[in-house]
């Protein structure tokens, strides 16, 4: 099993920035992919950012030049810098963390809201 906390959200103005934080424990070995994901409310789940063991990245296009994932392994910690806010970035922000063969885990979520 893999643990995932994320911290880091809250009430923004548009313009501004926030930085998420998920820090994974448990078994962790082998992750192969870590991520985030949002879901406003009525609207589906969908990917921000991900991150791979080798340090490769994917961006939606919504957040790209926006957005940044990056990861501490000696912390276990994957990050999301999320700068030049815009009011359609209010969501829950979800952590994920994918091992092949044996599943998915997800974080309990963050709620980011920002405001115009």
């Known amino acids: 099993q893999v643990h995932l906390v994320e911290s880091g959200g809250g009430l923004v103005q548009a313009g501004g920035s926030l930085r998420l934080s998920c820090a994974a424990s448990?078994?962790?070995?082998?992750?192969?992919?870590m991520g985030w994901y949002r879901q406003a409310p009525g609207k589906q789940r969908e990917l921000v950012a991900q991150?791979?063991?080798?340090?490769?990245?994917n961006y939606a296009d919504s957040v790209k030049g926006r957005f940044t994932i990056s990861r501490d392994n000696a912390k276990n910690t994957v990050y999301l810098q999320m700068n030049s806010l815009k009011p359609e970035d209010t969501a829950v922000y979800y952590c994920?963390?994918?091992?092949?063969?044996?599943?998915?885990?997800w974080g309990q979520g963050t709620q980011v809201t920002v405001s115009s």
């Open positions: 994920n963390a994918l091992k092949v063969s044996v599943g998915v885990f």
């Open positions: 448990g078994s962790i070995f082998s992750i192969n992919v």
């Open positions: 991150i791979t063991s080798g340090g490769s990245t």
